[in-house]
């Protein structure tokens, strides 16, 4: 079964940048929607930003202006650039498919990332 694999996770000051990289462990057909979710100590998982195979995205409030989500849909790849980061951005983050199809004909299904740390000390 393919995998949703991030990288881009590390230890950075406040006011510093990160970049996630989220990408399927082997080529597949499609991803409808591709997105990012956090997860902080004793905190439910939230939203942060999705983004459509369309170009449409959304963002969580506490992080619009500060995040951009972009995609490389031929990668089925996504991105979240995280600028201006705060302590309390740390968290686990997670990234999202939604309606992935492995090859053109499977049915669609949702998958979750096994998680990448991102802590910012202030």
């Known amino acids: 079964q393919v995998q949703l694999v991030e990288s881009g996770g590390g230890l950075v000051q406040a006011g510093e940048s990160l970049r996630l990289s989220c990408a399927p462990s082997?080529?597949?057909?499609?991803?409808?929607?591709m997105g990012w979710y956090r997860q902080a100590p004793g905190k439910q998982r939230e939203l942060v930003a999705t983004?459509?195979?369309?170009?449409?995205?959304n963002y969580a409030d506490s992080v619009r202006g500060r995040f951009t989500i972009s995609r490389d849909n031929a990668k089925n790849t996504v991105y979240l650039q995280m600028n201006s980061l705060k302590p309390e951005d740390t968290a686990v983050y997670y990234c999202?498919?939604?309606?992935?199809?492995?090859?053109?004909?499977?049915?669609?299904?949702?998958?979750w990332g096994q998680g990448t740390q991102v802590t910012v000390s202030s």
């Open positions: 082997r080529s597949i057909f499609m991803i409808n929607a």
């Open positions: 999202n498919g939604q309606g992935v199809r492995e090859r053109q004909w499977d049915r669609a299904s949702d998958y």
């Open positions: 983004a459509t195979s369309g170009g449409k995205t």
